[in-house]
């Protein structure tokens, strides 16, 4: 009986391990990796960007659940442009930042022109970027009279501005907790990602630095962005052609340009967005609220997209579709075709403009079609002054508006 008990208990120890295998749960223990432990001083002088990439590439080969690179607390970590890559073997490679991570201080510093971001992830999936560190781009030496555009390159050595975090093909993605301010362009870029949970963070950026977005999404669906703050010098949150899914709740926005659906169609192409959900959001002193732009002579749709129970705090136009979109004021000469732009609701939308026409649906030919405005209730910043909605090609529904939208049937 003993024996009998011995080697049934090893054959299931054995199956065990077999199991085990199949599944990929394996025996490796999760551990974290300090980047002080592969040579980073945290000094705020040295830099530390080998150190950082040293550590990654450790807990990326390293089989486990969570595989942690730790910036920790009370450091300074200088880096310069760095690409990391996956695939990993972790099912989850965590970067927790609770010391504080700095760019280059000046343009000359920079990689050159191929640094397109400070830290650019690719093809990691199940990354997790977290901490109640601050990361710090720096930009104010990339903002001059010529890298106002963001087309344009800077004066002295013809580089685009870089962002500051940039994750592409990164699936399930969670960043959390963090805080990043004065990126030279975009602070966090996704693009090609699906599955992407952000909350939490704060990003922040003087309201006249040129094309710092807080957030650009591009070919990426399946998105959560809840529970933060974003006031920078262009969009707050910005979602571009290929987007689909997303799902945006309590963002404070301010400064900034709002949170916009494009710009779609620029130079002909063709751009599609769907399902898009903007809830309980509060824009303060912002140059645009709730926001679709589309320019002349695209192709594709912007569909499906719901703004509701918005709170506005003196915002400049707190509603605005514009299918005439011109980036810079440039004069931008009409052109045949546009981006469809239908199925999309304003609902629950109270509090103050900053400018007289509080709502504008400028359609092109084609259109813009079942447009919904319902409990809509915007009044002037500057108490008794009237305010008024401009209307061109449009077509839906309203109730419970004001100001009144002519173009739109009553319900």
């Not at 040579?39 to 040295?46: L, M, R, S």
């Not at 700095?102 to 920079?110: I, L, M």
């Not at 805080?179 to 362009?185: C, E, L, M, Q, T």
């Not at 962005?225 to 969009?235: A, K, L, P, Q, W």
Request: hydrophobic letters at 35%; charged letters at 15%; one cysteine or more.
């Amino acid at each position: 009986m003993v024996m009998y008990m011995a080697t049934l208990h090893s054959v299931s120890f054995l199956f065990v391990i077999a199991t085990s295998s199949i599944l990929g749960i394996g025996y490796c223990q999760d551990s974290s990796y300090n980047v002080l432990d592969f040579g980073a001083t945290g000094d705020g002088n040295a830099d530390d960007s080998q150190a950082f990439v040293a550590a990654f590439r450790k807990a990326c080969r390293t089989p486990g659940t969570i595989q942690t690179v730790n910036f920790p607390p009370g450091k300074a970590f200088s880096l310069k442009p760095l690409t990391l890559e996956g695939p990993c073997k972790a099912n989850n490679l965590q970067v927790q930042v609770d010391g504080n991570v700095a760019a280059p201080a000046t343009v000359g510093e920079w990689r050159g022109c191929e640094a397109g971001c400070l830290l650019c992830f690719q093809n990691v999936n199940g990354l997790i970027l977290k901490g109640a560190g601050l990361i710090d781009g720096k930009g104010s030496s990339w903002w001059s009279s010529k890298s106002n555009l963001i087309n344009t390159t800077h004066e002295e050595d013809g580089c685009a501005p870089p962002a500051l975090l940039h994750f592409h093909k990164c699936d399930n993605l969670n960043l959390h907790g963090i805080a990043s301010k004065d990126s030279p362009r975009g602070h966090v870029v996704i693009h090609g990602c699906t599955g992407v949970r952000i909350s939490n963070i704060h990003i922040t950026a003087p309201e006249d630095s040129p094309n710092t977005d807080g957030i650009d999404i591009a070919f990426s669906s399946q998105l959560d962005i809840r529970n933060s703050f974003i006031g920078t010098g262009d969009d707050c949150i910005a979602i571009k052609g290929g987007s689909s899914f997303i799902n945006i709740s309590n963002v404070a926005c301010g400064p900034g340009h709002g949170i916009s659906v494009g710009s779609l169609g620029e130079k002909g192409a063709e751009d599609r967005v769907q399902q898009v959900h903007v809830q309980g959001c509060t824009f303060t002193k912002t140059q645009n609220a709730a926001r679709i732009k589309t320019w002349m002579g695209g192709a594709g749709y912007a569909r499906s997209i719901f703004f509701n129970q918005i709170t506005l705090i003196e915002s400049g136009n707190p509603i605005i579709i514009d299918q005439k979109y011109c980036d810079g004021g440039n004069h931008c000469p009409p052109a045949a075709g546009a981006v469809k732009v239908s199925d999309v609701s304003f609902r629950g939308f109270h509090g103050t403009s900053a400018v007289e026409q509080a709502i504008t649906l400028d359609c092109s030919d084609l259109g813009c079609t079942n447009i919904v405005m319902d409990r809509v209730n915007i009044t002037s910043a500057v108490p008794g002054k009237p305010l008024r909605a401009l209307c061109n090609n449009a077509n839906g529904k309203s109730g419970f508006t004001a100001p009144d939208v002519p173009c739109l049937a009553k319900k």
